[in-house]
């Protein structure tokens, strides 16, 4: 079956970085867009960034652009958010995710990462 590991999150202070990745298996990677969602406790899954199958196009939840960059490795079935500038408010759980591209439904999910940031 399909698995998404995501990995890099930690404890750290506000200011300071992070490199999240997510690592696919069991699927043709090139075929999906891959997406980063996080959730804080008390609050609902929010979509912060996404990529398309080649790389050629990224977006971003409005509160983190220009701080937070995805970027992928097809040859490496490797998704990666390097997360800058991080704010207490970015605590959550980060969670990988992937749709096949042409469709709105993310089909696969990984089991988080957390990103604890200290004031």
């Known amino acids: 079956q399909v698995q998404l590991v995501e990995s890099g999150g930690g404890l750290v202070q506000a200011g300071d970085s992070l490199r999240l990745s997510c690592v696919a298996s069991?699927?043709?990677?090139?075929?999906?867009?891959m997406g980063w969602f996080r959730q804080a406790p008390g609050k609902e899954r929010e979509f912060v960034a996404g990529?398309?199958?080649?790389?050629?196009?990224?977006n971003y939840e409005d509160s983190v652009k220009g701080r937070f960059t995805v970027s992928r490795d097809n040859s490496k079935n490797t998704v990666y958010l390097q997360m800058n500038s991080l704010k207490p408010e970015d605590t959550a759980v980060y969670y990988c995710?992937?749709?096949?591209?042409?469709?709105?439904?993310?089909?696969?999910w990984g089991v988080g990462t957390q990103v604890t940031v200290s004031s």
């Open positions: 990529i398309t199958w080649s790389g050629g196009a990224t």
């Open positions: 069991r699927l043709t990677f090139s075929l999906y867009t």
């Open positions: 995710a992937a749709r096949i591209r042409g469709t709105t439904l993310y089909n696969y």
